[in-house]
T-cell receptor, first 114, second 109 residues
């Protein structure tokens, strides 16, 4: 597609349930990032994929969070046993070659844990 | 580790006025980005600043970079209501892309 696509756009889940968030990056972009934005806050780095290299997982807040990127394209962010503090907008971005190339963001997934 | 700070966090300004948003970063950053975010929307890339002294302009917005001072500025000239949004700066080094806290700009008549 023309831009970064995320699904679903909105997700309401019960506390304790698992959720999966999907990101389709721009075709040809080797780098993919996940960020979290809580209400009225800045962007918190979660994880970074670059080509076939091992992902940088240093921003994942707990072991309930995991992400994978299959075939160097689509990525899935999984949150297990969701908690209310996980409620936020999860943003995905991709760039052509990595941190030093411009990142383009998707529309985000608004996650609400009730 | 790279840290990015913006100020002010909130800016309310009258149409037609000028103002500057400041972005300081703590260590060497390979480049500096400015993004705009409208309420409920994602981030839109505004500027990419690559080197010391770089200046870029788009309409009423002008961004500059001083790598020696580790400072980038986003200058708003003759503000209009359409500029109301949250503006983020972000720096990168070989580690990761780090965002500032954002500046929420509100332009009123």
């Amino acid at each position: 597609g023309a831009g970064v696509s995320q699904s679903p756009s909105n997700k309401v889940t019960e506390k304790g349930k698992d959720v999966e968030l999907r990101c389709d990056p721009i075709s040809g972009h080797t780098a993919l990032y996940w960020y979290r934005q809580s209400l009225g806050q800045g962007l918190e780095f979660l994880i970074y994929f670059q080509g076939n290299s091992a992902p940088d997982k240093s921003g994942l807040p707990s072991d309930r969070f995991s992400a994978e990127r299959t075939g160097g394209s689509v990525s899935t962010l999984t949150i297990q046993r969701t908690q209310q503090e996980d409620s936020a907008v999860y943003l995905c971005a991709s760039s052509l070659q990595g941190w030093n190339t411009e990142a383009f963001f998707g529309q985000g997934t608004r996650l609400t844990v009730v | 580790e790279l840290k990015v700070e913006q100020n002010p966090l909130f800016l309310s300004m009258q149409e037609g006025k000028n103002y500057t948003i400041y972005c300081n970063y703590s260590t060497t950053s390979d480049r500096l980005y400015w993004y705009r975010q409208d309420p409920g929307k994602s981030l839109e890339s505004l500027f990419v600043l690559l080197s010391n002294g770089a200046v870029k302009q788009e309409g009423r917005l002008m961004a500059s970079l001083d790598t020696k001072a580790r400072l980038s500025t986003l200058h708003i000239t003759a503000a209009v209501h359409d500029l109301s949004a949250t503006y983020f700066c972000a720096g990168s080094n070989t580690d990761k892309l780090i965002f500032g806290t954002g500046t929420r700009l509100q332009v009123f008549p």
